[in-house]
């Protein structure tokens, strides 16, 4: 498997899925168009304060590659999730407190929840009937309807054995457990319904509360820093804290037989690798963590979030994913420094600064690509156009990776021919406006979600220029531009 399709495979790794079922209804914006600035949920409908005129939320966000993710009526703030692992029976026993704020009047809404039995549901500490709409809804009706601007608290208890969404390659979304107890979590595009109940789509991220209870022999990890264990007849409990708002498909939930390897990054962040006892030692790329995230800072801004490190699990998984402060790697990826510094890079695009709907991908893929490029030239000296070269020569480059469709969401063309647009763009504007643009984006955007419309606005902002030409070529054009139509014969890529 050559580094660029690794990369690609990365986002289920950082993404990759094209879910059976979530593709109904898909669609492509024509071709040379703007993306849309925001996403529309076709259940948010504007009225007057107060429950009068309640009406149900809608199932799914309008999201235009998948349009059954995530729900309409409301916005959540913080998940508290409760999870007890039972290895014997493969079973997982769950109580999600969730917070939210409505933003209609709400007769009642829907959370994701897929392949889980419901046992308890309450609203405002009221029961409240659910039902199944679907394979991956569920309605609740509170006793009393919501008045729009209404801070709600849902808990949902529930159980069940580990499932997947749909089927892909060369994984299912979903999470996993083998025979000895391991579990590890793969959520990309929308499979975190798979564990929690939620709203399953990047543009509604929340804070969360982990409580993670499984044989004390094994050790647990989830996103966000450690606040304590408890040990009770056997059992230990491992709670973590991730206060920066997060999307519901980096979660990250981890049981096993792990070791954890602590250390300090820049300004003393807390660093840790987690790493399966069955997968040997630490990696020697991940020993380098620290001085990425020291080149980045200057690159991008300071380092987003209170911790990082990479979660190693015994699988030949073929993809590294960018879960929140924590990065899952199989053994064939978590040794290799340029996916090291790729998924990296996804903590501030991708995680902080998240999706506003799964159309504009590009922006997780395309600037991880060119950020592990910057680390090659900056850590081995080699040059950026070397690898700008490489992907412009690349076959698969016909995909406009401003709107490559539900079917090719993790084609080799969102990465390479996404980078190449911000290579592009970089000449254009030159590399002090370009600096300025990547941090002035982070820092507009970071704990948030955007679309590739909030990009292109910025970017001719800060050059003052119009840049649409440019964008529509690189990004929506069905044809793969000629880079030395855009950089000129002299540019090292194209000699």
């Known amino acids: 498997m050559t580094r660029r399709r690794l990369l690609v495979l990365t986002a289920l ?39 009068g005129g309640a009406q149900a939320g809608s199932r799914g966000l309008g999201d235009p590659y998948f349009p059954d993710a995530g729900n309409g009526g409301y916005d959540v703030r913080h998940y508290d999730l409760d999870l007890r692992w039972d290895p014997g029976s493969g ?15 709400l007769s009642s809404f829907t959370l994701d929840l897929v392949g889980m039995r419901i046992d308890r549901v309450t609203v405002d500490g009221d029961r409240a009937p659910a039902r199944r709409e679907g394979d991956r809804d569920v309605r609740i009706t509170p006793r009393r309807p919501l ?39 793969v959520f990309e595009p929308i499979g975190a319904a798979t564990l929690f109940p939620s709203n399953d789509h990047p543009s509604d991220k929340a804070s969360y509360r982990f409580r993670v209870t499984a044989p004390a022999a094994l050790v647990a990890v989830t996103n966000g820093r450690l606040v304590r264990t408890t040990t009770d007849d056997g059992m230990r409990t491992w709670e973590y804290d991730e206060p920066d708002p997060m999307a519901s498909y980096l979660v990250q939930v981890a049981i096993g037989n792990l070791d954890v390897v602590r250390g300090r990054g820049p300004d003393g962040l807390p660093l840790r690798d987690v790493i399966d006892e069955d997968a040997g030692r630490r990696p020697a790329a991940l020993a380098r963590v620290g001085d990425m995230i020291d080149f980045y800072d200057g690159e991008f801004g300071r380092f987003p979030f209170g911790t990082y490190g990479g979660l190693v699990v015994d699988d030949n998984l073929g993809f590294a994913l960018e879960t929140q402060t924590l990065t899952l790697f199989g053994e064939d990826a978590a040794d290799q420094p340029t996916v090291v510094a790729h998924e990296l890079a996804h903590q501030w695009f991708g995680d902080d600064v998240s999706l506003g709907s799964w159309r504009d991908i590009w922006l997780n893929e395309g600037f991880a690509t060119f950020a592990s490029w910057l680390w090659e030239s900056h850590d081995r000296g080699v040059p950026v156009a070397d690898n700008a070269a490489l992907a412009a020569r690349s076959s698969g480059n016909g995909v406009p990776p401003g709107d490559p469709g539900p079917e090719h969401l993790f084609a080799g063309s969102v990465y390479d021919r996404g980078a190449l ?44 220029q119009d840049l649409g030409p440019l964008f529509d070529a690189w990004l929506r054009s069905d044809e793969m531009p000629r880079l030395s139509d855009w950089v000129g014969g002299d540019d090292p890529a194209v000699r």
Do not use: K
């Open 13 to 51: 790794g950082a993404c990759l899925l094209v879910v059976v079922g979530a593709v109904a209804g898909a669609r492509r914006a024509p071709a040379g168009g703007r993306a849309d600035r925001a996403l529309a949920p076709a259940g948010a409908r504007a009225g007057a304060g107060g429950a």
């Open 91 to 105: 079973r997982m026993t769950g109580r999600a407190t969730i917070t939210a704020r409505a933003t209609q009047a």
């Open 147 to 185: 008045a729009r601007g209404a801070r709600f608290t849902v808990v949902v208890a529930y159980a069940g054995g580990q499932n997947r969404v749909g089927a892909v390659s060369p994984v299912e979304p979903g999470w996993f457990a083998d025979d000895t107890g391991d579990v590890y979590t």
């Open 421 to 464: 647009t911000l290579y592009v763009l970089r000449h254009a504007i030159g590399d002090d406006d370009f600096t300025t643009l990547l941090r002035t984006w982070v820092r507009r955007y970071g704990g948030r979600s955007a679309t590739t419309a909030d990009f292109e606005a910025l970017a001719e902002e800060v050059s003052g």
